[in-house]
């Protein structure tokens, strides 16, 4: 039996859910530092085992749950090293932990192809958990968390994704990349370019943190690197035959499409964060 938000239009469940995920985001991310991170933590650990999920639908065995450990003790030793509560030789800890999964692989009699599955496991440590735990370094730029940083992203993320999902649902004919998302189109990435920059340029009139060019090249980076991340998740989900990552989150598929864009995108905001403030 359908539940009554599975009644409605995908739209309207987008609506419905976007709006409770980005109250409940926001009020983490404004709330404290430790809100902050254990919201974070728990969305890099839902997206990473669900992409291990998605690797076992077809017939592979990453560690799931060793990998999603090492993912999260990653984000853990980021909070505690850019805060100064331990020393940053503690970034050496994940070393052996990461070698960790190749003795584990020796004790699986079951697994035919050990090193494909060493590696995915790997992957799932490098394309998920890795840009949150970049996040967590973005957010304590300094040594002192600043929520303007983490949100403003997050609102240049939002406008993107909004931005060009309208203007494509409205406009979109010119595909934009065919053989991978036949449904993204050069006038939903138009779409998304100008939202973006409606917002960044509020931010750079409400948010004190940057100056206003630095919040444009922020939206900029987003917007394309995003729709790569967009087009890397949707060759992923090809690659195994779905439409969508999962169905965690009504109207969005699951936590893969919902923050696919913020995967690739996190690297290339915090390197220039690091090289221009």
Same mark, same amino acid.
């Given at each position: 039996m359908k539940t009554r938000l599975e009644k409605l239009s995908?739209?309207?469940?987008?609506?419905?859910?976007?709006?409770? =995920?980005?109250?409940?985001?926001? +009020?983490c991310i404004l709330y404290s530092e430790l809100?902050?991170?254990?919201?974070?933590?728990?969305i890099s650990s839902l997206t990473q085992l669900e992409f291990y999920r998605l690797l076992g639908l077809d017939g592979n065995q990453p560690l799931t749950y060793y990998g999603t450990f090492c993912g999260t003790v990653m984000m853990f030793l980021a909070y505690l090293i850019e805060q100064d509560i331990v020393p940053f030789s503690n970034y050496f800890i994940i070393s052996p932990l990461l070698s960790m999964i190749f003795f584990i692989k020796l004790y699986k009699k079951n697994d035919l192809k050990p090193f494909t599955n060493i590696g995915f496991t790997f992957l799932g440590i490098i394309y998920v958990a890795l840009p949150f735990a970049l996040i967590i370094v973005m957010a304590l730029r300094g040594g002192k968390y600043n929520y303007e940083i983490v949100l403003g992203s997050l609102l240049?993320?939002?406008?993107?994704d909004i931005g060009g999902y309208f203007a494509g649902t409205k406009f979109g004919k010119r595909k934009l990349f065919e053989r991978i998302s036949p449904k993204k189109s050069w006038e939903g990435a138009m779409g +998304?370019?100008?939202?973006?920059?409606?917002?960044?340029?509020?931010? =750079?009139?409400y948010f004190r943190t940057f100056e206003p060019w630095k919040w444009y090249c922020i939206g900029a980076i987003i917007v394309v690197v995003g729709t790569y991340g967009d087009l890397v998740e949707s060759l992923?989900?090809? +690659?195994?035959?779905?439409?969508?990552? =999962?169905? +965690?989150i009504p109207g969005h598929g699951g936590f893969l499409d919902r923050f696919d864009g913020l995967l690739l995108s996190a690297p290339f905001i915090v390197t220039f964060l690091k090289l221009f403030s």
């Open positions: 995908n739209l309207q469940q987008r609506a419905i859910t976007a709006l409770a =995920g980005v109250f409940v985001i926001i +009020s809100t902050f991170l254990l919201l974070f933590c728990t240049l993320l939002w406008a993107s +998304s370019a100008a939202f973006a920059a409606v917002i960044a340029f509020a931010l =750079g009139f992923f989900k090809r +690659s195994i035959a779905i439409k969508d990552s =999962g169905t +965690s």
